[in-house]
Protein backbone atom coordinates (compact mmCIF):
# COMPACT_ATOMS: atom_id res chain seq x y z
CA UNK A 1 0.00 0.00 0.00
CA UNK A 2 2.32 2.26 1.00
CA UNK A 3 4.30 2.05 -2.77
CA UNK A 4 0.90 2.60 -4.18
CA UNK A 5 0.77 5.49 -2.41
CA UNK A 6 4.30 6.63 -3.13
CA UNK A 7 3.23 5.81 -6.41
CA UNK A 8 -0.11 8.42 -6.41
CA UNK A 9 2.46 10.80 -5.07
CA UNK A 10 5.18 10.72 -7.36
CA UNK A 11 2.45 10.62 -9.95
CA UNK A 12 1.08 13.89 -8.35
CA UNK A 13 4.68 15.55 -8.33
CA UNK A 14 4.86 15.08 -11.50
CA UNK A 15 1.18 16.10 -13.21
CA UNK A 16 2.00 19.42 -10.73
CA UNK A 17 5.27 20.06 -12.68
CA UNK A 18 2.89 19.31 -15.98
CA UNK A 19 0.54 21.74 -14.64
CA UNK A 20 3.17 24.21 -13.96
CA UNK A 21 4.41 24.13 -17.26
CA UNK A 22 0.71 24.32 -18.76
CA UNK A 23 -1.74 26.14 -17.10
CA UNK A 24 -3.84 26.91 -19.48
CA UNK A 25 -4.71 23.39 -20.70
CA UNK A 26 -3.73 21.67 -17.72
CA UNK A 27 -6.53 23.78 -15.45
CA UNK A 28 -9.37 21.44 -16.61
CA UNK A 29 -7.34 18.36 -16.74
CA UNK A 30 -6.14 19.09 -13.00
CA UNK A 31 -9.56 18.78 -12.22
CA UNK A 32 -10.09 15.70 -13.63
CA UNK A 33 -6.73 14.09 -11.84
CA UNK A 34 -7.90 15.53 -8.87
CA UNK A 35 -11.40 13.93 -9.08
CA UNK A 36 -9.54 10.77 -10.27
CA UNK A 37 -7.12 10.81 -6.88
CA UNK A 38 -11.04 11.49 -5.09
CA UNK A 39 -12.14 8.28 -6.61
CA UNK A 40 -9.11 6.32 -6.31
CA UNK A 41 -8.66 7.00 -2.25
CA UNK A 42 -12.56 6.24 -1.98
CA UNK A 43 -11.82 2.92 -4.25
CA UNK A 44 -8.48 2.40 -1.58
CA UNK A 45 -10.98 3.37 1.48
CA UNK A 46 -13.31 1.13 -0.05
CA UNK A 47 -10.44 -1.42 -0.36
CA UNK A 48 -9.24 -0.96 3.03
CA UNK A 49 -12.64 -1.40 4.13
CA UNK A 50 -13.39 -4.66 2.44
CA UNK A 51 -10.03 -5.94 3.54
CA UNK A 52 -10.88 -5.14 7.33
CA UNK A 53 -14.27 -6.61 6.93
CA UNK A 54 -12.22 -9.70 5.13
CA UNK A 55 -9.93 -9.58 8.11
CA UNK A 56 -12.63 -9.24 11.12
CA UNK A 57 -14.54 -12.20 9.11
CA UNK A 58 -10.92 -14.56 9.18
CA UNK A 59 -10.89 -13.54 12.96
CA UNK A 60 -13.99 -14.91 13.42
CA UNK A 61 -13.86 -17.99 11.29
CA UNK A 62 -10.61 -18.89 13.27
CA UNK A 63 -12.16 -18.09 16.76
CA UNK A 64 -15.06 -20.76 15.21
CA UNK A 65 -12.59 -23.08 14.22
CA UNK A 66 -10.89 -23.22 17.27
CA UNK A 67 -14.23 -23.66 19.16
CA UNK A 68 -14.88 -26.76 16.97
CA UNK A 69 -11.45 -27.88 17.69
CA UNK A 70 -12.14 -27.68 21.04
CA UNK A 71 -15.79 -29.44 20.94
CA UNK A 72 -13.79 -32.04 18.30
CA UNK A 73 -11.49 -32.69 21.62
CA UNK A 74 -14.36 -33.09 23.63
CA UNK A 75 -16.09 -35.40 21.71
CA UNK A 76 -12.74 -37.28 20.80
CA UNK A 77 -12.67 -37.88 24.63
CA UNK A 78 -16.32 -38.88 25.20
CA UNK A 79 -15.84 -41.25 22.38
CA UNK A 80 -12.63 -42.73 23.96
CA UNK A 81 -15.15 -43.04 27.34
CA UNK A 82 -17.33 -44.49 25.63
CA UNK A 83 -15.42 -47.31 24.12
CA UNK A 84 -13.83 -47.86 26.69
CA UNK A 85 -17.27 -48.34 28.40
CA UNK A 86 -18.29 -50.62 25.62
CA UNK A 87 -14.91 -52.62 25.88
CA UNK A 88 -15.88 -53.35 29.47
CA UNK A 89 -19.68 -53.97 28.61
CA UNK A 90 -18.48 -56.35 25.94
CA UNK A 91 -16.39 -58.04 28.82
CA UNK A 92 -19.00 -58.43 30.86
CA UNK A 93 -21.51 -59.88 28.14
CA UNK A 94 -18.74 -62.71 27.22
CA UNK A 95 -18.69 -63.42 31.28
CA UNK A 96 -22.58 -63.57 31.30
CA UNK A 97 -22.05 -65.58 28.27
CA UNK A 98 -19.38 -67.86 29.46
CA UNK A 99 -21.55 -68.53 32.66
CA UNK A 100 -25.08 -68.97 30.93
CA UNK A 101 -23.31 -71.52 28.90
CA UNK A 102 -21.83 -73.54 31.75
CA UNK A 103 -25.43 -73.06 33.43
CA UNK A 104 -26.98 -74.49 29.95
CA UNK A 105 -24.08 -77.24 30.45
CA UNK A 106 -25.11 -77.71 33.96
CA UNK A 107 -29.07 -77.98 32.53
CA UNK A 108 -28.29 -80.10 30.62
CA UNK A 109 -26.73 -82.62 33.01
CA UNK A 110 -29.82 -82.22 35.65
CA UNK A 111 -31.93 -82.65 32.63
CA UNK A 112 -30.45 -86.09 31.90
CA UNK A 113 -30.19 -86.78 35.56
CA UNK A 114 -34.19 -85.84 35.69
CA UNK A 115 -34.50 -88.36 33.30
CA UNK A 116 -32.26 -90.98 34.48
CA UNK A 117 -34.49 -90.89 37.62
CA UNK A 118 -37.82 -90.36 35.71
CA UNK A 119 -36.97 -93.64 33.75
CA UNK A 120 -36.41 -95.12 37.46
CA UNK A 121 -39.41 -93.92 38.91
CA UNK A 122 -40.90 -95.28 36.25
CA UNK A 123 -39.56 -98.62 36.86
CA UNK A 124 -40.74 -98.46 40.16
CA UNK A 125 -43.73 -97.71 39.60
CA UNK A 126 -44.08 -100.59 37.13
CA UNK A 127 -42.60 -102.90 39.79
CA UNK A 128 -45.05 -101.34 42.28
CA UNK A 129 -47.73 -102.21 39.85
CA UNK A 130 -46.61 -105.32 39.43
CA UNK A 131 -46.45 -106.22 43.00
CA UNK A 132 -49.98 -104.60 43.88
CA UNK A 133 -51.48 -106.77 40.99
CA UNK A 134 -49.55 -110.17 42.40
CA UNK A 135 -50.70 -108.76 46.18
CA UNK A 136 -54.24 -108.31 44.60
CA UNK A 137 -54.04 -112.13 43.08
CA UNK A 138 -53.13 -113.45 46.59
CA UNK A 139 -55.58 -111.55 48.47
CA UNK A 140 -58.30 -113.10 46.29
CA UNK A 141 -56.75 -116.40 46.51
CA UNK A 142 -56.76 -116.03 50.03
CA UNK A 143 -60.09 -115.03 50.50
CA UNK A 144 -61.00 -117.71 48.15
CA UNK A 145 -59.28 -120.13 50.39
CA UNK A 146 -60.47 -118.41 53.41
CA UNK A 147 -64.04 -118.91 52.35
CA UNK A 148 -64.10 -122.22 50.79
CA UNK A 149 -65.89 -125.39 53.07
CA UNK A 150 -62.47 -126.68 53.30
CA UNK A 151 -61.25 -124.21 55.21
CA UNK A 152 -64.26 -123.57 57.20
CA UNK A 153 -64.41 -127.30 58.44
CA UNK A 154 -60.67 -127.28 59.11
CA UNK A 155 -60.60 -124.12 61.53
CA UNK A 156 -61.19 -126.25 64.50
CA UNK A 157 -58.39 -128.66 63.86
CA UNK A 158 -55.83 -125.64 62.83
CA UNK A 159 -56.90 -123.89 66.22
CA UNK A 160 -56.35 -127.15 68.59
CA UNK A 161 -52.67 -127.56 66.39
CA UNK A 162 -51.86 -123.51 67.00
CA UNK A 163 -52.84 -124.13 71.32
CA UNK A 164 -50.06 -127.09 70.94
CA UNK A 165 -47.54 -125.47 68.78
CA UNK A 166 -47.99 -122.31 71.71
CA UNK A 167 -47.81 -124.30 74.56
CA UNK A 168 -44.72 -126.28 73.32
CA UNK A 169 -42.68 -122.91 72.63
CA UNK A 170 -43.79 -121.88 75.94
CA UNK A 171 -42.57 -124.82 77.89
CA UNK A 172 -39.05 -124.90 75.62
CA UNK A 173 -38.68 -120.81 76.23
Known amino acids: MDNKNKEYEDTIIFLVEQI???LDKTLIYSQNINDFIE???QAGTVYEQNIQQLNDTLAERDQSIQQLNHTLAERDQSIQQLNHTLAERDQSIQQLNDTLAERDQSIQQLN???AEHDQSIQQLNDTLAERDQSIQQLEQEVLFYATSKS???TRPLRKV?????RSI???SS
Open 20 to 22: TQR
Open 112 to 114: HTL
Open 151 to 153: WKI
Open 169 to 171: SKA
Open 39 to 41: SQR
Open 161 to 165: VNFFK
